[in-house]
């Protein structure tokens, strides 16, 4: 069993930055690969960034690649998404998820073994 908590997550101006945290319990973080997906009212959760177990390779939807950054400490059983110059469409709750099995390579929400229960980020124009 693994428990998610994100942090991070808050009012900023179009432009601006935050940097998410997802605390992990257990002793097995590494085996998992990670992700963070977003929901935005009246909309379904979708894929925003994943990271594999060891933290060598890392994917991005197309709408945030070069502005967010995902990473992970293994030794901290944290994983971070760093986001810079945000947009109003990027105003969504931040969920951060695991999969024991499933590639990062193609992280899908039904995929996920466990999930967070998400932080608000609101991105003002």
């Known amino acids: 069993q693994v428990q998610l908590v994100e942090s991070g997550g808050g009012l900023v101006q179009a432009g601006g930055s935050l940097r998410l945290s997802c605390a992990a319990s257990g002793r097995t973080f590494s085996s998992y690969a990670m992700g963070w997906f977003r929901q935005a009212p009246g909309k379904e959760r979708d894929f925003v960034a994943a990271i594999s177990r060891r933290a060598g390779n890392t994917y991005y939807t197309d709408s945030v690649k070069g502005r967010f950054t995902i990473s992970r400490d293994n030794a901290k059983n944290t994983v971070y998404l760093q986001m810079n110059s945000l947009k109003p469409e990027d105003t969504a709750v931040y969920h951060c998820?695991?999969?024991?099995?499933?590639?990062?390579?193609?992280?899908?929400?039904?995929?996920?073994?466990?999930w967070g229960k998400g932080t608000l980020v609101t991105v003002s124009s």
């Open positions: 998820a695991a999969t024991a099995t499933g590639p990062a390579a193609t992280m899908a929400r039904d995929a996920m073994d466990y």
